[in-house]
């Protein structure tokens, strides 16, 4: 105890040198923590709308659809199957969709859109996709119009209640064919989404592509959407359904996010690497004013009989608590940080925007609340902060008192 | 009379290999238990390299020091270290006493290194400060107290250990005359009250003039070894030896 109260007095024999260094280590807890919850708060956001917006976590579909999107490789709608997919422990809801490409014309402009046949209450339970519609009406079961996204809207200068004509090609060949009424109008996170989807329910999608019963996925949502726990019910439901259908996670079907994040992370750790360098620079350049500051006194206090370990152990201490009180005060301070920053996320308009969703990014920057990133941030400083404490632990083990204590 | 110091032909070389300084040269020196002895020569006559060589804070070249008949050359540097607490009392120049410390705290420090129970070092600690006549300073730091009082703490700090002898390294080098004479009057009184050894390295003649034995050095060699014994007939047989 009484080691713990002489460092603690230590700490604070230079109190403006010992509050540079807490102040540097709670800015950089502040910094990091605020860089690596942005970070994870983006990522989050982009998996949410790529993912639970659109993919959904899981889809099932028959085996070789994926590498072949046509509906030719579309299965028949199964309550069977259906029933053994929603045994499964953590799947919530299952939503069918019947999808396919075709050409949009607004009669002066035609584009290529993806079509989506949808069930509209069953797939708004798994994607909200209420939510994003901005003017107009949802689909009903049995309804004939469709629900355009806003980027393709604008793209075909139409509007709400204006008709368009979907031509393609249909289940076996068949010729896609059909006029419909603009519902209602989305607008979604995803560029790409907002970019070429046209909703319509699945019995229209099914009568445009002459496919009767015909499903191209099943979508499903879940409980706990963690890597490891999406990768275990992605196997059971293979097991379950047999090499008839392929089962596949988002990651599978996304490879390029999962490549894009691991990317941006490797840049973000750069970014890091250089913050952490910056504590380093701080701490050590404390530590070196100190043993310069206090090798008299550590040579007499050698001298007078206390082993060099108990030194250390002392220096240790005062380092711990140290680092300590500047990740402590970090911590607390960036949490009413993040949090507002994840109510209120910072939202770039105008060029920036656009900029961002050229590179299929949602301009909207929410931080995570996850509390491992409050925790390792912490840890990663205190460590860099022990790490450090080897400088004076080395110097204490050289230290010769009689040569210590020369004036 | 119990021999506490015996030093034989003790070498001490420094930068052997460059230009060799020969600091300490075959020095022997006997000292018993109750002594009040000044190591006296002038600057580079080796006086402090002999006493941090006395107080295992630095190996001889060549011969052995024995404390207590433990040869302390022998000894490792962890073992030294330990031996210096429980052993060897320590009163330096200045910068003495840890700044951040009250002067209680000083004191007990020691005992804290030894793993004393807290009733001891409390029923310790007072007696020292009433010893050196600081009671009432116990819980000052040491920048709120003068030269001439830290130096005081820090020979209550040296005798909290209750060592084997104390060695002081010019203990009145920045005092002035009364707190000089105050310091070695509270010394002289532990050594006589409590035949507390004491050896100083000192070149201040209010030192030299209480010491009862005077150990001058030349050359990092003896050139002379005085015992005060018109004062002090007790030690008719320091005197004996010269």
């Known amino acids: ?407 | 009379m119990k021999t506490v110091i015996d030093a034989h032909n003790v070498c001490k070389t420094f930068n052997p290999d460059t230009i060799p300084v020969y600091a300490v040269k075959n020095v022997h020196l006997h000292l018993e238990r109750g002594e009040f002895t000044a190591l006296v020569g002038p600057s580079g006559s080796g006086k402090t390299t002999l006493l941090n060589l006395i107080g295992g804070l630095d190996k001889p070249d060549k011969g052995e020091i024995l404390i207590d008949g433990v040869n302390i050359t022998a000894l490792s540097p962890n073992e030294l270290i330990d031996f210096r607490l429980h052993n060897i009392g320590f009163v330096f120049q200045s910068f003495n006493l840890v700044p951040v410390l009250t002067a209680r705290e000083n004191v007990e420090l020691i005992m804290q290194l030894q793993n004393k129970k807290r009733v001891d070092i409390e029923k310790r600690v007072f007696g020292l400060f009433q010893q050196i006549e600081l009671k009432d300073k116990m819980d000052v730091r040491p920048s709120q107290l003068s030269g001439g009082q830290q130096q005081r703490i820090a020979v209550a700090r040296a005798l909290a250990s209750k060592p084997q002898f104390v060695l002081a390294d010019e203990p009145t080098a920045n005092l002035d005359s009364k707190s000089a004479a105050n310091l070695l009057d509270i010394m002289a009184k532990l050594n006589q009250e409590e035949n507390i050894t004491f050896i100083f390295s000192t070149h201040d003649a209010r030192v030299i003039e209480r010491a009862r034995r005077v150990v001058t050095l030349v050359d990092g060699q003896i050139f002379s070894d005085t015992a005060r014994v018109e004062t002090e007939t007790e030690h008719s047989g320091l005197a004996s030896r010269n």
């Not at chain 1, 860089?35 to 976590?57: E, M, P, R």
């Not at chain 1, 949808?118 to 996709?129: A, C, G, Y």
Request: some cysteine.
């Open chain 1, 1 to 407: 105890m009484w080691m713990i109260r002489f460092s603690w007095k230590n700490m604070w024999r230079n109190r403006h040198r010992t509050m540079i260094s807490i102040g540097a280590i709670f800015f950089a807890v502040i910094l990091s923590v605020l860089t690596s919850s942005l970070q994870d708060g983006v990522f989050d956001n982009l998996i949410k709308n790529v993912v639970s917006f659109y993919s959904g976590y899981i889809q099932i579909h028959k085996e070789g659809y994926w590498d072949e999107q046509i509906l030719d490789n579309s299965f028949e709608e199964s309550a069977a199957i259906e029933q053994k997919i929603l045994e499964q422990q953590n799947v919530v809801t299952i939503a069918p969709r019947l999808e396919s490409f075709a050409l949009v014309s607004s009669g002066v402009v035609t584009k290529g859109c993806m079509v989506t046949g949808i069930s509209p209450e069953r797939e708004n339970s798994i994607t909200d996709i209420q939510d994003k519609l901005i003017e107009g009406i949802y689909l009903a079961e049995d309804d004939q119009n469709v629900l355009l996204a806003k980027g393709l809207l604008d793209r075909l200068n139409l509007k709400l209640h204006d008709t368009l004509v979907v031509i393609g090609q249909g289940y076996h060949g068949a010729t896609a064919a059909g006029k419909y009424v603009v519902k209602g109008i989305l607008k979604f996170g995803s560029p790409d989404l907002n970019d070429q989807a046209l909703f319509m329910t699945l019995s229209a999608a099914r009568q445009l592509y002459s496919a009767e019963n015909m499903l191209t996925s099943y979508v499903l949502s879940l409980k706990t959407t963690e890597s490891s726990e999406l990768a275990a019910t992605g196997q059971n439901i293979r097991t379950v359904l047999g090499e008839s259908y392929e089962v596949m996670t988002w990651e599978e079907m996304m490879p390029d996010i999962i490549q894009h994040i691991e990317t941006d992370k490797a840049s973000m750790y750069i970014i890091q690497g250089i913050l952490y360098l910056l504590i380093c620079f701080g701490i050590f350049g404390t530590l070196l004013m100190m043993m310069v500051e206090r090798r008299f006194e550590m040579g007499m206090l050698v001298a007078i009989g206390m082993k060099k370990i108990k030194l250390i152990q002392l220096l240790l201490i005062e380092s711990v608590l140290t680092v300590l009180t500047g990740c402590l005060l970090g911590i607390l301070a960036s949490v009413p940080v993040v949090y507002y920053l994840h109510r209120y996320p910072i939202r770039f308009t105008g060029d920036v925007a656009r900029v961002y969703e050229e590179f299929g990014f949602e301009a909207v920057f929410p931080t995570s609340l996850d509390g491992h990133i409050f925790v390792s941030q912490g840890i990663i400083v205190l460590v860099i902060g022990l790490v450090l404490s080897f400088y004076p632990m080395v110097k204490v083990i050289q230290l010769n008192p009689v040569t210590a204590m020369k004036k």
